[in-house]
């Protein structure tokens, strides 16, 4: 998570800290609980069906990804 992605969230979500800075290239993702099982579930199927359609594969393939 970039800085300003984190300073954002740490101002607006006083109960989450930051309990480990990684020192990585690679990028991801982080759901709380303040996300729902709702948003969750759209996710993923969104997610499957960008892996099935081919979309991801595509991804990997122009940014180099394995």
């Known amino acids: 998570m970039n800085r300003d992605v984190a300073k954002s969230l740490l101002d607006n979500y006083p109960d989450i800290e930051i309990l480990k800075e990684l020192k990585t290239e690679e990028n991801g ?7 729902s099982e709702k948003l969750l579930k759209k996710f993923n199927k969104e997610l499957e ?16 990804i394995e």
């Open 29 to 35: 993702f982080i759901f709380s609980n303040i996300f």
């Open 49 to 64: 069906e960008a892996k099935s359609d081919g979309t991801v594969d595509n991804l990997k393939k122009k940014y180099g």
